[in-house]
Structure formats: C-alpha cells, structure tokens
C-alpha cells in the first residue's frame, strides 16, 4: 500500500506521532468513506500545508498588513483570491475563515446586529449548528427561527418558507445545510429575501465542489453572501471561505479580522490557491458530475435492497438513510458498518423520534470515494453489501464476506497511489 508521506526528506524524530499519523493514513486507504462532509485533497494541496508559510504572521490583508515580511505570502493570498472569484464568478473573495463556522461568524457579523432575527434551515431536518443552535454563537447572539421540509416529501416547500418569512420578517434569510439531498433553488430563496426586505446568505459549503463543478445551480447571482468549505465536496484543504459582491467585502473583511479571528493560516491558504486551481480543470467537472451519479446510484441500489432513503432519493452528493426502516438506529447501523471498514456518521431524519446520539438514519455521500475512482458498478456492489451488514448486523459469516469484499475494492482503488 502507498500511503501518503507528507515532507517524505524530513527527519522524522517524534516516533508516537508520526506512528499515528502512519495509521490514520492506513485507515483512510483500507476504509470508505462514506462520511459526506469528507474528501481526499489531493497531495499538492497536503504538501502545501507542510511548509513554511505556517512560520508566517499576517494579520490583515494583502498590502495592508501589521507585520512585515508579508511580500510573499501576499502573492500566496492574492492568487487564492483571485482564483476563488474565477472559480465562481464572484466578484470578491475573502480566503482567511480558519472554518466554516468562522465563515458563518464573520457573514452574520457583517449583516446582522446581536439579536437580530434569522430564518434558517433547521438544524433536526439538515441545517447546520451554526444556523442558530441554542449552544452555538449564532444562536447564542442572534434570534434564530427556522423552516423545514415537509412531512410527506420531505422536502422544502418554498412557499411554506415564504409564508413564514412573511410572518417573521428575519433581518437574514439563509439557505444551505449539512444533509439535504435536493437542489435548493437560489432564486426562489431570493425572491422571498427581497420581497420580506431581507438580505439572503448561502451557506454552500456541502455542495460547493458541485457549484464549482457545474453539478449544482450557483447562488453567487442571488446572494448577498455566500460562506463554504474548502474541504468536503471542493477537495481542498480544511477551512472556509465567504463570497461576495464588491461593495460588502469591505465589512465582511473587517468582520473576519479583527472581528473573528487574528493572524491567517498562511500555509493553509496556499493549499486552498492550489485546489481552487484543481478545481478549475476540466476533469474536476467530470469528478463532479461522476459524484452525483454516484449518489443516485448508491441511492437507487438501496431502495432496491428493501431500505428507505428520505425523500426517495437524491440529487446531490448526499442521502439520509433511515435505518429505522430495517429496525436499527443510526448508531447502531454507524457501529456495523464500521466493522466492515464502511465509515459514515450517524445523522437524525426528519421528524426522527430518537434523540441526536442514537438518531434513525445514517448519512452517506460519495465525495471520497468517488475520488478514489470508485464509478456507478462500484457503487451497485456497495450497496449491496450496506444492505447485507444492515440487516444482518451481527451475522459473523457475512460481516467476514462484506469486510473481504471491501478490502478487495480498497486495495485496488488505492487512494494515494
Ligand atoms: C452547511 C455547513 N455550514 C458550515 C459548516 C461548518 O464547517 P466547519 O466544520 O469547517 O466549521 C458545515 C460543516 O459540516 C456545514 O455542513
């Protein structure tokens, strides 16, 4: 097995880290991951972040910093900047937020004074912790409400969304979550913002490889604000990101340093200017396209096994599972999967009775694997087996055929060859 060895000339002294590294290497080539928020950056974009750009204090931006020796990473931050609008046709970008989470922060600092009213996405049917859970910052200093999807499509029905806009009249209305699995209509969203004299953020960073790809319908012509992920399905390194028109970028830089955070992780930086330059090749476009195929695949081979998928489906990267539909909770389901070296997390569905910890579904995405070259038959097969180990959990004959197979596949679609 070739496993991925960053600065491979470096004298390796301290045994036990590097030791685990080693492993966690080895358990990303032998597992799948299935975990949808997760990807494989390629070995430039790991490279990047193994340099001396992590040395570097650059408080500020670009020709205007509070320290000196900033002339190189100037150039480091001007092109992943600069890649970032082409990339998604935005006219400004800022390539600082350490995370998503510090994306989210630095958009509502922005737009929004402390308890404001926000409409989001809510947080048991897909949205995201910093949409305004009670524990989070975002519902600590703002007042948050949310919609959902519907109970018989599961779904969002935009005119329900409009309905309660209307009633609440939010300062912000957000779209965007962690686990819906169809296309979210932008300018329907964007409607509803301008008719409730709302502003209206994206919070695109599960999709934002597809948009990207051209797999998905861009929000940048109908936001105010667009925040994402550099990390899941835009295979960069782990951080964030906000997009916007020119005339925010102003707050929305000052609201990002000094507002939320200090000093920029330079070297990641770099990492993301490289993928962003990965992600504007021709063949990201195919890896894009062959992602979502790969979840309707997956999708469609599970319906076909007898297990319920929520809404019927997916269009994205993305598909709740409800594993209460073959008696198991999601924990349980995440635990047996796992000893076939199938990695997913478990996840609540719609209206789920069972608490967070123990949830009825498991939430799949195919963003990894389809980077380790996993295509459509792969994807038969695997449903196959999660359909075997799911009704058959404890069942040590298949748990050893399933796990077989799996290390067959594993090895011979290696990730780091
Ligand atoms: C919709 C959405 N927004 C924001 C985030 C936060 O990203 P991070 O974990 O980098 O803070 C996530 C992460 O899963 C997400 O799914």
Not at 60 to 77: A, L, N, Q, T, W
Not at 126 to 140: A, D, P, R, W, Y
Not at 145 to 164: A, C, M
Request: charged share 20%; proline share 5%.
């Amino acid at each position: 097995m070739t496993l991925y060895s960053p600065a491979p000339n470096t004298t390796k002294t301290d045994d036990s880290i590097w030791a685990s590294i080693a492993r966690e290497e080895e358990r990303q080539e032998l597992q799948l991951e299935l975990i949808a928020s997760e990807n494989h950056a390629s070995a430039e974009v790991m490279a990047a972040m193994g340099t001396a750009l992590t040395n570097k204090y650059a408080e500020g931006y670009p020709g205007r910093r509070y320290y000196g020796g900033c002339e190189f990473v100037d150039e480091v931050e001007d092109l992943a900047r600069n890649r970032a609008r082409e990339l998604f046709g935005s006219e400004r970008a800022n390539v600082q937020p350490h995370s998503g989470t510090q994306a989210n922060m630095a958009a509502f600092m922005s737009m929004l004074d402390p308890g404001d009213k926000v409409l989001a996405m809510s947080l048991d049917h897909g949205g995201h912790l910093s949409h305004g859970h009670t524990k989070n910052f975002s519902g600590v200093f703002y007042d948050f409400h949310s919609y959902g999807v519907e109970p018989d499509s599961e779904r969002l029905d935009l005119d329900k969304v409009r309905e309660q806009a209307l009633a609440l009249r939010p300062k912000l209305l957000i779209a965007g979550a962690s686990a819906y699995s169809r296309p979210i209509d932008f300018e329907a969203f964007a409607a509803i913002a301008r008719e409730v004299d709302a502003l209206f953020m994206v919070d695109m960073a599960h999709i934002a490889g597809l948009v990207a790809g051209g797999a998905h319908a861009s929000p940048i012509p109908h936001a105010d604000v667009v925040t994402l992920t550099t990390h899941k399905t835009l295979r960069g390194p782990r951080g964030g990101m906000i997009l916007c028109p020119k005339e925010r970028i102003v707050k929305i830089n000052s609201a990002l340093f000094p507002g939320g955070q200090g000093g920029p992780l330079m070297h990641v930086i770099a990492a993301k200017a490289i993928a962003f330059r990965e992600a504007q090749q021709d063949s990201f476009k195919t890896y894009a396209a062959q992602v979502v195929a790969n979840a309707s695949a997956l999708a469609e081979g599970l319906v076909g096994a007898g297990i319920r998928i929520v809404s019927g489906g997916t269009d994205n990267h993305v598909m709740l599972v409800d594993v209460g539909s073959v008696g198991l909770s999601g924990a349980a389901a995440e635990d047996a999967l796992h000893r076939v070296n199938i990695t997913c997390n478990k996840n609540l569905i719609p209206f789920d009775k069972r608490p967070p910890m123990e949830a009825s579904g498991v939430r799949l995405g195919t963003a990894a694997i389809t980077t380790r070259g996993l295509d459509v038959a792969d994807m038969g097969h695997l449903a196959g087996w999660i359909g075997e180990i799911l009704r058959a959990p404890e069942d040590e004959a298949t748990i050893k055929r399933v796990a077989g197979a799996v290390a067959e596949l594993t090895s011979r679609k290696p990730i780091y060859a």
